[in-house]
């Protein structure tokens, strides 16, 4: 019997997916150990967010299975692979606005070591808000409430699309030291899908860059956060001058 516990806590094999007849992921392998962050890089529209909602489990499957510590979770319901061990924040954040802070976290909690009283600590801001609806935090507290109701799933893996679209450059910072804390700190998994290849090369592991819903590049972060000539031909990152 395979020793689960050097298993990776996300392992992707040969996954190929889409929606309906559009295959948008074709034929995507990694995988991320405890404590290791990668960074989905690429242009808009191939295949980076079609790859979180895969590994969750709200696309159509053609090929290829996703597994969690060793156990295949493939044919599992999005609901179950997130009780399974994965947290997702999507880009739409999804948070509850009708519902308070508080009740936000609350309503999704599991047992673990992630608690209410945790999940403040981390986020002093929200809690702060603890009273107030949803809807009415700012942008970046509104993240800052998705990330910790992810947390409260107590989750192994983490998801993250875009976690910093549209923030102030001092909330950007923030997240940016709050996710490099639950991957060293915590030994969390993740997965982030952002625009701005710079700023999550220098905290994450590994990377990957997409092209049609294949990876074209796949290596560290610090090698491909130097070789401006791979960011430019992939990502339209140019290196400025003067």
Do not use: C
Not at 91 to 107: D, G, H, Y
Not at 146 to 161: E, F, K, S
């Amino acid at each position: 019997m395979a020793d689960v516990t050097k298993a990776p806590l996300l392992e992707i094999e040969d996954l190929v997916s889409g929606y309906g007849e559009a295959v948008v992921v074709d034929g995507i392998s990694l995988s991320l150990q405890a404590g290791q962050a990668m960074a989905v890089l690429g242009r808009n529209g191939v295949g980076k967010t079609t790859l979180l909602n895969s590994i969750i489990g709200i696309t159509q499957r053609r090929r290829g299975h996703v597994r969690l510590h060793g156990r295949d979770v493939t044919a599992l319901s999005a609901e179950r692979r997130a009780q399974a061990g994965i947290g997702w924040v999507p880009q739409e954040r999804n948070i509850f606005k009708s519902l308070t802070v508080e009740e936000n976290l609350t309503a999704v909690a599991r047992p673990g070591p992630w608690t209410l009283k945790r999940a403040y600590t981390l986020f002093p801001r929200i809690e702060q808000r603890r009273r107030n609806l949803g809807g009415q935090l700012s942008g970046g507290e509104q993240q800052m409430l998705a990330i910790a109701r992810a947390l409260m799933l107590n989750p192994i893996v983490m998801l993250l699309d875009e976690p910093t679209e549209g923030l102030a450059p001092i909330i950007v910072d923030e997240l940016m030291v709050t996710l490099t804390r639950l991957v060293r700190d915590e030994g969390l998994a993740m997965l982030v899908v952002e625009q701005h290849a710079q700023r999550l090369l220098g905290i994450t592991h590994e990377a990957i860059i997409l092209e049609r819903g294949r990876i074209v590049w796949h290596g560290k972060s610090s090698i491909l956060a130097a070789d401006k000539v791979t960011l430019e031909k992939h990502l339209g990152v140019t290196q400025r001058t003067g």
